[in-house]
T-cell receptor
Framework: GEDVEQSLFLSVREGDSSVINCTYTDSSSTYLYWYKQEPGAGLQLLTYIFSNMDMKQDQRLTVLLNKKDKHLSLRIADTQTGDSAIYFC??????????FGIGTKLQVIP | NAGVMQNPRHLVRRRGQEARLRCSPMKGHSHVYWYRQLPEEGLKFMVYLQKENIIDESGMPKERFSAEFPKEGPSILRIQQVVRGDSAAYFCASSPRRGAGETQYFGPGTRLLVL
């Protein structure tokens, strides 16, 4: 079945860039997503990229997609303490079923 | 324009009791999805429903779990005879249409604790 993998933990200093990586297995994935989850809260969609794109930029967020290697990354520029959260990579093909990774916990050190 | 509403936010049950989790989708959304997040894990798809129809329940445990989305009212995820392993956060998401790329908007979740 589909699988999405990502590292569990990332620690960066405030002001540095954060890069969170993800790999997925389903070659029919049409959309790839990044969600943010703060403690005790639901998931907030940060950004998504269509599979025929290789890059998408939205303010401090840059998403890179290497479709050949099925590798997705999220770069957060000028990371702030408010960016501390768990970041989920997710993919969907077909109609809508979304497969999530385990989540990367980002810790921002002041 | 309210987002996806879930209640209760926290639910405590003893083993063997029933748990009922409610989800009201965003206004105008007729597609509802339920996910389960076990401690220290990602979200796992459980079931996808439209009004009065279950479209995909491939992620639902075969026993004790059921879901519905009636013509009127919220979607309900029902867990009968709960066990400790059912303790998790249950998230509901909704979308306006069915189609690749349609964003799913998530509710805040119901955190179920089974004692």
């Amino acid at each position: 079945g589909e699988d999405v993998e990502q590292s569990l933990f990332l620690s960066v200093r405030e002001g540095d860039s954060s890069v969170i990586n993800c790999t997925y297995t389903d070659s029919s994935s049409t959309y790839l997503y990044w969600y943010k989850q703060e403690p005790g809260a639901g998931l907030q969609l940060l950004t998504y990229i269509f599979s025929n794109m290789d890059m998408k930029q939205d303010q401090r967020l840059t998403v890179l997609l290497n479709k050949k290697d099925k590798h997705l990354s999220l770069r957060i520029a000028d990371t702030q303490t408010g960016d501390s959260a768990i970041y989920f990579c997710a993919s969907s093909g077909g109609y809508q079923k979304v497969t999530f990774g385990i989540g990367t916990k980002l810790q921002v050190i002041p | 324009n309210a987002g996806v509403m879930q209640n209760p936010r926290h639910l405590v049950r003893r083993r063997g009791q029933e748990a009922r989790l409610r989800c009201s989708p965003m206004k105008g959304h007729s597609h509802v999805y339920w996910y389960r997040q076990l401690p220290e894990e990602g979200l796992k798809f459980m079931v996808y429903l439209q009004k009065e129809n279950i479209i995909d329940e491939s992620g639902m445990p075969k026993e004790r779990f059921s879901a519905e989305f009636p013509k009127e009212g919220p979607s309900i995820l029902r867990i009968q005879q709960v066990v400790r392993g059912d303790s998790a956060a249950y998230f509901c998401a909704s979308s306006p249409r069915r189609g690749a790329g349609e964003t799913q908007y998530f509710g805040p979740g119901t955190r179920l604790l089974v004692l």
